[in-house]
């Protein structure tokens, strides 16, 4: 490019203190030593808040693709909008990138920096000032010292020709302001934005070729679009073609709702002679809400938050299942082949991936939770709830601290065999399926309104009174559960469900009924795992002490 006088000395004017040059960016940051076909990638996020399922979403996405290529995925902090940054949520970020097992490689938050930063934008401002006042001299950007009420009066006079709003063409005032006098202004303080000074046209369109959707016709850019705010800090617009040209991103993936700002990201990587990295629009997480879709909202939906799946004890495993079954159609066929495979040994594919946007369907989640939790060996599935309580659930933390092997005795109950409970939704609902094992809830907790109200009062006491007395806790189910018809039917317990049917009158109840009164008696619940399983964890001492509690309560 040949500069301009006039524009050099402009650009001398806006950025006098700059002396770094394109050429120094290239040499500081060179093309990466990977392999041809290796894949850089990132996530670009804004310390604005929570980290959105969504945006977790993404950074998979970007991690599985470098990572399958043998490339590199990184993290840069978005950070130039200092009115809508929350302190301490750059790294919250992090924490639960790393927690959902997506740290980066390199950039923010990594083990390792990297050789490509700074990764937070606000320490960037040499660099984007650089490559601006290149522009400037090149004539492709300029100083704009439009103020509020001038770009109000603008946008009323667009609305009053029923013409698009927005800086451009006849409407962009500063686009060719006198170089001489935009240089006085500039020495006589007046504040200024710099803007790109688009080539582009209204009615004309270029074809652009997306990862996920194909060649797609868009518009061309025509908006002088801000580069530099007032304050020296890059719009988004500026500092993505800035940062992924010199970190050397080879595909950029991002929500869709950044594809109509393409043709403008592409402009300015043609203004600068440089090649753009590829680009895949994701689609939006969609959820269905009396029958209409939306994007799965920060403020409406908790699970947009991926704190809730921290919050509540998901299994990592089963959030970063589900999205998977929701990046690639053919990912649930693939598990279905290779049930114990890692998720690593699954190519992902742009092409495999939806247009129209998913719906998020939290019952997947659950049941894909459930699945996961209960392949889970006793020992790990203990690790893993001490792990999510420790942060989360103090109560959990306690029932563990008190016995672990007792714990890990409990949860075990129809565990480690061919179809294991599958009842565990999470590690948070454990507490609740498993408190009364321990007498202190189991106490606090029975009621003895539970028992079935067709059975009589007086058949219930006389059934606890022969267990209380004469029941054996023997080794094997089979044995122990004859031993249990044996001392019930006398007490007018027909043997099966079926003879009670055939004759009802001459029964109290059927043997389903008395392990029933058992049950309650034994846990205060109607319904819970294997009765026989729990008894061998609760222990004959036990089951006599609590057999007797329910007695009393019963003469009370």
Same mark, same amino acid.
């Given at each position: 490019m040949k500069y301009h006088p006039d524009f050099i000395r402009l650009a001398e004017a806006m950025f006098s203190n700059i002396t770094l040059t394109i050429e120094d960016l290239e040499a500081r940051y060179p093309n990466r030593n990977l392999d041809e076909h290796a894949e850089v990638t990132r996530f670009a996020p804004s310390p604005t808040g929570f980290l959105h399922t969504g945006s977790l979403f993404a950074s998979l996405i970007a991690k599985k693709i470098a990572h399958q290529s043998g490339g590199v995925f990184f993290v840069r902090l978005e950070d130039t909008d200092s009115k809508r940054e929350i302190v301490g949520s750059d790294m919250a970020l992090i924490e639960q990138m790393k927690a959902f097992n997506v740290a980066p490689d390199e950039g923010f938050g990594a083990?390792?920096?990297?050789?490509?930063?700074?990764?937070?934008?606000?320490?960037?401002?040499? !660099?984007?000032?650089?490559?601006a006042k290149t522009l400037v001299a090149q004539g492709d950007a300029y100083p704009c010292f439009a103020t509020a009420a001038e770009l109000d009066e603008m946008r009323r006079i667009q609305e009053a020709r029923n013409v698009v709003t927005g800086y451009y063409g006849p409407y962009a005032k500063y686009r060719d302001y006198p170089v001489d006098k935009a240089i006085a202004d500039i020495e006589a303080g007046r504040p200024f934005v710099v803007r790109f000074k688009s080539q582009g046209r209204a009615e004309r369109y270029i074809n652009i070729v997306d990862e996920i959707r194909g060649q797609k016709p868009l518009t061309e850019n025509y908006w002088d679009e801000v580069m530099l705010k007032s304050d020296g800090l890059p719009t988004y617009h500026f500092a993505h073609v800035v940062d992924d040209h010199f970190m050397r991103t080879t595909v950029v993936t991002r929500g869709e709702e950044w594809l109509p700002s393409l043709p403008k990201h592409l402009e300015m990587f043609a203004r600068l002679g440089w090649t753009p990295p590829r680009f895949a629009h994701l689609p939006v997480i969609n959820k269905l809400d009396e029958g209409k879709r939306r994007?799965?909202?920060?403020?409406?939906?908790?699970?947009?938050?991926?704190?809730?799946?921290?919050?509540?004890? #998901?299994?990592?495993?089963?959030?970063?299942? #589900?999205?998977?079954?929701?990046?690639?159609?053919?990912?649930?066929?693939?598990?279905?082949?290779?049930?114990?495979?890692?998720?690593?040994?699954?190519?992902?594919?742009?092409?495999?991936?939806?247009?129209?946007?998913?719906?998020?369907?939290?019952?997947?989640? !659950?049941?894909?939770?459930?699945?996961?939790?209960?392949?889970?060996?006793?020992?790990?599935?203990?690790?893993?709830?001490?792990?999510?309580?420790?942060?989360?659930?103090?109560?959990?933390?306690?029932?563990?601290?008190?016995?672990?092997?007792?714990?890990?005795?409990?949860?075990? !109950?129809?565990?480690?065999?061919?179809?294991?409970?599958?009842?565990?939704?999470?590690?948070?609902?454990?507490f609740g399926l498993v408190k009364y094992f321990y007498r202190d809830y189991y106490e606090t907790s029975f009621d003895v309104a539970t028992f079935n109200p067709s059975i009589p009062l007086k058949s219930i006491k006389d059934l606890l009174g022969v267990l209380n007395q004469?029941?054996?806790?023997?080794?094997?189910?089979?044995?122990?559960?004859?031993?249990?018809?044996?001392?019930?039917?006398p007490l007018g317990f027909a043997p099966s469900n079926k003879i009670f049917k055939q004759n009802s009158g001459s029964f109290v109840g059927h043997i389903g009924d008395a392990a029933e009164i058992l049950r309650i008696a034994l846990t205060g619940l109607k319904q819970t795992p294997n009765l026989f399983q729990m008894m061998q964890v609760l222990g004959i001492d036990e089951i006599h002490w609590r057999v007797m509690f329910v007695i009393e309560k019963l003469h009370q």
């Open positions: 083990d390792t920096e990297g050789n490509y930063g700074p990764y937070r934008q606000s320490q960037r401002a040499e !660099i984007y000032h650089a490559v994007k799965l909202s920060k403020r409406k939906d908790s699970e947009a938050a991926v704190s809730f799946f921290l919050e509540h004890g #998901y299994p990592v495993a089963a959030v970063i299942e #589900y999205l998977m079954t929701i990046a690639n159609s053919n990912f649930e066929e693939w598990r279905m082949a290779n049930k114990t495979a890692s998720i690593d040994e699954f190519s992902l594919s742009f092409s495999k991936m939806s247009v129209d946007g998913a719906l998020f369907d939290m019952q997947k989640i !659950i049941s894909i939770s459930k699945e996961i939790i209960a392949e889970q060996k006793a020992v790990d599935l203990v690790k893993e709830i001490k792990h999510y309580a420790k942060r989360y659930h103090a109560g959990l933390t306690d029932l563990i601290n008190r016995d672990e092997m007792y714990f890990q005795k409990i949860v075990n !109950i129809e565990r480690e065999k061919e179809n294991p409970r599958k009842d565990f939704l999470n590690y948070e609902s454990v004469r029941m054996e806790l023997l080794e094997d189910e089979a044995s122990w559960f004859a031993h249990f018809k044996q001392l019930v039917e």
